[in-house]
């Protein structure tokens, strides 16, 4: 028995091994919104992974507005209190080419009945705003792009527009052929590809790739279903004969796709088939082709031109010689300007003959968006944690694109030489900021202006001006006025040559106001310092006391010591000198009268010495010693 499976499970592998060798599987990354487990749906057991990677929302249960929503229960949405991007960034996805989907929903509680109208991007590009009615058609609720993806990462945003809580169900990130939809030299990085429209023509019912059980590689793609352009003048057409050339590199098309039909009839031979588009726009137009009639057998028998919006774009097809066989896949694709509201195309027969189409795709080319420089994205989030900036601002996703939702608070400029975007002013006055103002502020090298400065109800942001903010060259305004900032202003200001305009008014800075920048003040720009704890140094504020250094102070704080010593020493020997000549004073007051019999007792002397001169002289030598 274990023999048997051991030799099934060795037959196993070596059938499988070669498919495997051949080609890996495609990388493919689903989410389901909102759950707290992982999901397997049918028919193909299909994995989701539990929530993961988003900025913020709420997780709810969900509404799904279309059939084709995938079978999941909950979504996850993102009140406009969290501010209006929000995003999922998607981190380990291997550098490549691949579809990017994502589908709406509606939250099940009875207050969110409207369907929220919001949009959406990848990769900072925007690549779907929906419309009001979305969830009456089924194309609608998903938008989908096939976008190279370079940085190991995917970032898939949504931007609100005031109509209504951004609420996502899905989001799928599947690996594509590195040249899937190559269309010409236009065709790379540089550019989406916005699917518009997947239509299979003359086939009652919508299907995804794994309906048709088409090739990994093909992206699952979602197919519409359409069994007539224009009611009674064209018809359905099917057949159950295997096509060849169907599932090929770059694209990986369904075999099935090319097994239903619209054809037109022998009243009506022409077929035509419009649709709404966004004016003004390049659309890659995909038409699909295979011989399924078994009345026309050889080539030459089925012939027409294609035309969009009325232009000849491909003449004479001949859907059997150009594909060289019956039931064989052709594949046509072009790029064209439109101009107008509507995208027409129309297959027109030659004489005798009856035009036939298997499906049609549309897709937008759009120019992928060049993001903001990565250093100053970074600084920015640290400027953000720092300023403690309200939640309501959300700043999730690249700052300056979509350039329709660019950050509040944020101006961008483009630099067309580095071909990104950097941020060239921050505006956020009276906006409750009560944090700190980061050193790593000078990250965004390109600042022009900085204005952060509240009204009664607004900023309060503490601690010191960092002294970085020497660093930003072209730093023209720095608006900081009635804030809490404190400390000295830095030395390092004094560096902006381009300053116009400083306001650090109302806060608790001290010290003296930096030379050189006092004297580019005074030359021209405007400046306000009033209402502070203690600025000094330049005219209309206080002159400094003396600048001293810490060797001067510990001089001083000597010499002071040394001259109370002094003091203390003279106080002490004038007191004992006092004292000496006071108890002086009471000897001699006390031996006054002895002092008065010497006097005369030396007199006597001094008249003895006159009278006898030897003896004398030594008795008046000693005379003074003994009145002293
Ligand atoms: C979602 O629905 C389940 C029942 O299907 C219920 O138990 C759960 O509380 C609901 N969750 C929310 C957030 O309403
Ligand atoms: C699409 O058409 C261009 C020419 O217009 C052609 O070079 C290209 O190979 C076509 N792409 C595919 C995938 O067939
Ligand atoms: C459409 O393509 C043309 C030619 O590549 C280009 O000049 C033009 O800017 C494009 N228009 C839009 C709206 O992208
Ligand atoms: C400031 O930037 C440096 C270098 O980029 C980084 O190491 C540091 O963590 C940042 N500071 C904060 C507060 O995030
Ligand atoms: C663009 O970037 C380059 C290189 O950093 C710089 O020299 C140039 O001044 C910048 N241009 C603008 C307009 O900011
Ligand atoms: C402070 O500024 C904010 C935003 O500019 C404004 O909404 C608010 O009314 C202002 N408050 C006062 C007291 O001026
Ligand atoms: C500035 O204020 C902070 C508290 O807000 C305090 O910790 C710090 O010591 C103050 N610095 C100076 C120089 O007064
Ligand atoms: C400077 O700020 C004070 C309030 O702090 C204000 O009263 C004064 O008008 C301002 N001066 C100038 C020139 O703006």
Not at 220 to 235: C, E, L, Y
Not at 265 to 294: C, G
Request: charged share 15%; aromatic share 8%.
């Amino acid at each position: 028995m274990l023999g048997h499976l051991l030799l099934l499970w060795l037959l196993a592998l070596l059938f499988a091994l070669p498919a495997s060798l051949a080609r890996p599987a495609p990388f493919a990354m689903r989410i389901s919104c909102g759950a707290p487990e992982d999901v397997h749906t049918p028919p193909t057991n299909t994995l989701w992974y539990k929530d993961f990677a988003y900025t913020g929302g709420i997780p709810a249960n969900a509404t799904s507005p279309s059939f084709i929503t995938p079978p999941l229960k909950t979504l996850r949405y993102f009140p406009l209190s969290e501010g209006p991007e929000n995003c999922y960034n998607i981190n380990g996805v291997p550098i490549g080419h691949y579809l990017v989907r994502t589908f709406f929903g509606l939250v099940a509680q009875p207050s969110f009945d409207n369907e929220p109208l919001f949009d959406i991007s990848v990769e900072g590009t925007q690549i779907g705003s929906l419309s009001s009615g979305w969830t009456n058609h089924d194309d609608q609720v998903f938008a989908e792009a096939s976008v190279f993806l370079f940085d190991n990462t995917a970032s898939l945003c949504f931007h609100s527009t005031g109509h209504g809580d951004p609420a996502i169900v899905s989001i799928e990130i599947l690996q594509v052929d590195d040249r899937a939809y190559y269309f010409g030299p236009d065709w790379g990085r540089g550019t989406i590809l916005r699917t518009v429209k997947r239509l299979s023509c003359g086939n009652g019912k919508a299907k995804f790739g794994t309906d048709y059980s088409g090739d990994q590689w093909g992206g699952d793609r979602f197919w519409d279903s359409v069994t007539t352009f224009r009611s009674g003048s064209d018809q359905e057409k099917s057949t159950e004969e295997s096509i060849t050339q169907a599932s090929l590199s770059p694209n990986y098309y369904p075999e099935g796709l090319y097994q239903t039909a619209i054809i037109g009839t022998d009243q009506q031979p022409d077929l035509d088939y419009t649709m709404d588009v966004d004016p003004n726009r390049n659309y890659s137009v995909w038409l699909h082709f295979a011989e399924i009639d078994t009345s026309v057998t050889g080539a030459g028998q089925r012939v027409f031109d294609v035309l969009i919006n009325g232009d000849t774009l491909f003449q004479g097809v001949d859907i059997i010689k150009m594909s060289g066989d019956r039931y064989a896949a052709l594949v046509l694709n072009t790029t064209v300007a439109v101009s107008g509201r509507t995208l027409t195309i129309t297959l027109q027969p030659k004489e005798g003959n009856i035009a036939l189409i298997n499906a049609i795709e549309v897709f937008e080319i759009v120019i992928a968006e060049s993001k903001t420089s990565v250093d100053e994205v970074r600084a920015l989030q640290t400027l953000k944690d720092g300023l403690v900036l309200p939640l309501r601002f959300g700043w999730n996703g690249d700052p300056c694109v979509p350039q329709q939702h660019p950050w509040s608070g944020i101006d961008c400029r483009f630099n067309s030489t580095r071909n990104n975007w950097v941020i060239d002013g921050l505006g956020l006055d009276n906006q409750g900021l009560r944090g700190f103002l980061s050193p790593n502020v000078s990250g965004l090298l390109h600042l022009q202006s900085i204005r952060m400065c509240r009204n009664l109800s607004g900023n309060s942001i503490q601690g010191p001006i960092p002294s970085s903010l020497g660093t930003i060259p072209s730093l023209e305004i720095l608006d900081l006025s009635y804030n809490s900032l404190n400390g000295s202003i830095p030395e390092t200001l004094g560096q902006l040559t381009s300053l116009k305009k400083l306001n650090l008014n109302g806060n608790s800075l001290s010290g003296k106001v930096p030379t050189a920048l006092g004297g580019r003040l005074l030359h021209g720009a405007s400046f306000n310092f009033t209402d502070n704890a203690g600025l000094c140094g330049i005219p209309g504020l206080p002159t400094c006391g003396p600048h001293l250094s810490a060797g001067a102070k510990v001089g001083i704080a000597f010499s002071a010591c040394v001259a109370l010593l002094l003091l203390v020493m003279c106080s002490v020997c004038w007191w004992k000198r006092h004292q000496n000549i006071l108890r002086a004073k009471q000897i001699a007051a006390r031996e006054a009268p002895y002092a008065k019999a010497r006097t005369h007792f030396s007199r006597d002397i001094q008249l003895a010495r006159h009278q006898n001169n030897g003896h004398a002289r030594s008795a008046t030598e000693n005379g003074p010693s003994l009145l002293s």
